[in-house]
């Protein structure tokens, strides 16, 4: 089954870009790729989705590259408000319908 | 601003006592997940339901934990009897799938605190 592995935390400083990657290797063929947001006493918050390649949104990118074993979540800019933990979501890839989310990577954001 | 909406926010009890959790998802959502959440397991998928059907609940304790959907508009989450281990936040999500393996986007709720005493 898939396995989904993240750095624990990240820190940052407000203004740089900050770049999280989550390895998923055994990511199956047609899942997709999410990365949500979280903050304390809160429920995940969706960001971005991708399937492969790079996808923009308004708030981040997500690059992805051609075996998709690894996704890499791009904020340009952070802001002290981006503190949060991030987490990355595959399918568990075989037979299953089971979802992983990843272990969440804590990103500290100064000024 | 449609949100996914649970109760109680807060749930304290006894060991052994029946607890049950509801959500409403949002509106026109086809597909419900149930999370919980501690700081040593993080996030794990306990079951979700596509179509008020179940599409997998391996993450459930299924000797001590139920998860239904008697209508489109509610989810419930049921543990009996409940042990302190239980304690964790359950948080319920929903969102719109069309295939059985897409991971679509999930919108959560505020989350249920469980406390087994």
């Known amino acids: 089954l898939a396995k989904t592995t993240q750095p624990i935390s990240m820190d940052s400083y407000e203004g740089q870009e900050v770049n999280i990657t989550c390895s998923h290797n055994n990511i199956a063929t047609n899942d997709y790729i999410t990365w949500y947001q979280q903050f304390p006493s809160q429920g995940p918050r969706f960001i971005i989705q991708g399937y492969k390649t790079k996808v923009t949104n308004e708030v981040a990118s997500l690059f992805i590259p051609a075996d998709r074993k690894s996704s890499t979540l791009s904020l340009p800019r952070v802001s002290l408000s981006d503190t949060a933990v991030y987490y990355c979501?595959?399918?568990?890839?075989?037979?299953?319908?089971?979802?992983?989310f990843g272990t969440g990577t804590l990103l500290a954001v100064q000024p | 601003d449609a949100r996914v909406t649970q109760t109680p926010r807060h749930k304290v009890t006894e060991m052994g006592q029946e607890v049950t959790m509801r959500c409403q998802p949002i509106l026109g959502h086809n597909t419900v997940f149930w999370y919980r959440q501690t700081m040593m397991q993080g996030l794990e998928l306990l079951a979700y339901?596509?179509?008020?059907?179940?599409?997998?609940d391996s993450g459930m304790p299924k000797d001590r934990f139920s998860a239904e959907m008697p209508d489109a508009t509610l989810a419930t989450l049921k543990i009996q009897p409940s042990e302190p281990r239980d304690s964790a936040v359950y948080f319920c999500?929903?969102?719109?799938?069309?295939?059985?393996?897409?991971?679509?986007?999930?919108?959560f709720g505020p989350g249920t605190r469980l406390t087994v005493l």
């Open positions: 979501l595959v399918g568990a890839g075989g037979a299953t319908n089971k979802l992983i």
């Open positions: 339901f596509r179509n008020r059907a179940p599409l997998d």
């Open positions: 999500a929903s969102g719109f799938g069309l295939s059985m393996r897409d991971t679509d986007t999930q919108y």
